[in-house]
């Protein structure tokens, strides 16, 4: 008998209880019962003599010799002086919770890796018990963003469902942690999310890396006094990237059916960087310059754009000449594709020049990004909005961690 006390002692390490085996078949019932004749008050931490009741409970633990196990005790209704009516605080486990607080810590660790579902099949809980506890576990962690002190922010959109529905991500730039999730990506949304940073915080931030999304410029320049906005250059090249495209398959249209065969399927090599071509890659593609003069053009225009953005050796002021010189290049030859790049790009050219002062870009959101769709997928999909947001708060606070 000692050495079973001993054994249970170990595996149920509660203070002012002693154990009794109850059940110990297909599924283990741990009895426990209590030495003491005071509570503690949940309000006021103090020991409460007053009792007004007890009522048997039973909740899950984790799995002894792999069998489900259960606590069965007396749980006690108190009356504390400090004028609190209701139940005991229990060390082991939350208030109205059918499972031990270690067993939560399970359960939230298992869905951190897996799905909701994948957790009510190892642990036989309801699926809607596994999401609550997680759910709850989760917003302990959001405290922890208030501490962050913002100098720099990113803010970015990434769709989450079909019919152009987004979700619209702040984040702490220098910790990647998210700060802010909200529906949408309007003006009125991103600014009153901004302003429940507090005035304080918002005189602070300093810089702020997004694309050039008129509602983001908008909210960010009237809640934040002191912000420099930082257009960031992969959006820049993208839209150079779409407008090579657009050249390729008007070219591609005209061409004959020679031409045709040796086009196909040579989309991603035109729009790759050339440093980054294999040698094999680099003969397909001078094949395919051969012939074409304003594809040709065209893909030098992508690639001396790139060179201005990757350029570290340059002045400040030999940068601005490389652009108003790509600005002529793209006028100069007739590029009709390329003009609304140039008119983009000089409208928010204050911007784009930022970046090559301070060198902010949002690569950190863009894997952050493919983290989220990660998430989506092993979930087939979040019906329950809040959840998601959660699990994005959760995934970025690892960081912080």
């Not at 009792?51 to 005790?73: G, K, M, S």
């Not at 359960?107 to 190892?122: D, F, G, N, Q, S």
């Not at 702490?172 to 309007?186: A, M, W």
């Not at 012939?291 to 601005?320: G, H, M, R």
Request: hydrophobic letters at 40%; a positive charge.
């Amino acid at each position: 008998m000692t050495t079973l006390f001993c054994l249970l002692r170990n595996l149920f390490p509660f203070k002012g209880y002693k154990y009794c085996v109850l059940e110990a078949g297909e599924v283990v019932r741990i009895g426990l019962i209590c030495r003491r004749k005071t509570s503690l008050c949940p309000e006021c931490k103090k020991r409460c003599k007053e009792i007004e009741a007890e009522y048997e409970r039973t909740v899950r633990d984790l799995d002894l010799v792999q069998r489900r196990c259960y606590l069965v005790f007396k749980e006690k209704k108190i009356r504390c002086s400090c004028g609190y009516r209701g139940v005991e605080e229990l060390d082991f486990v939350t208030k109205s919770r059918r499972v031990t607080k270690r067993m939560e810590t399970f359960i939230v660790t298992l869905c951190e890796e897996t799905t909701v579902k994948t957790v009510a099949e190892i642990t036989g809980l309801d699926w809607k018990t596994i999401k609550k506890i997680d759910k709850d576990y989760i917003r302990t962690l959001l405290p922890e963003i208030s501490t962050l002190n913002i100098r720099r922010i990113a803010i970015d959109e990434i769709a989450i469902m079909k019919g152009h529905k987004y979700f619209t991500i702040i984040r702490d730039y220098d910790t990647g942690v998210v700060i802010k999730i909200l529906l949408g990506r309007c003006y009125e949304d991103v600014k009153n999310a901004l302003l429940e940073l507090g005035a304080e915080r918002l005189m602070k931030i300093e810089y702020a890396s997004l694309d050039m999304w008129d509602p983001y410029i908008k909210a960010i320049t009237e809640v934040c006094p002191n912000v420099k906005l930082v257009f960031d250059k992969f959006h820049v090249v993208k839209k150079v990237n779409e407008a090579l495209d657009k050249v390729r398959k008007s070219v591609f249209a005209e061409a004959d059916e020679e031409e045709r065969k040796m086009m196909k399927h040579k989309r991603f090599i035109i729009l790759k960087k050339e440093n980054n071509l294999e040698k094999k890659e680099k003969e397909e593609l001078q094949e395919i310059m051969k012939n074409n003069n304003t594809l040709y053009k065209a893909y030098l225009l992508k690639e001396q754009i790139l060179s201005i953005f990757d350029d570290k050796k340059s002045t400040f002021e030999q940068i601005q000449k490389r652009l108003q010189g790509w600005f002529e290049n793209v006028l100069s030859n007739d590029m009709n594709t390329f003009v609304p790049v140039v008119n983009t790009m000089q409208h928010y050219f204050y911007g784009i020049l930022n970046y090559f002062r301070y060198r902010m870009t949002n690569a950190i959101a863009e894997g952050f990004n493919t983290k989220i769709n990660i998430i989506k997928r092993r979930a087939f999909g979040f019906s329950d909005l809040e959840y998601f947001m959660l699990k994005i708060y959760q995934s970025s606070l690892k960081r912080f961690a």
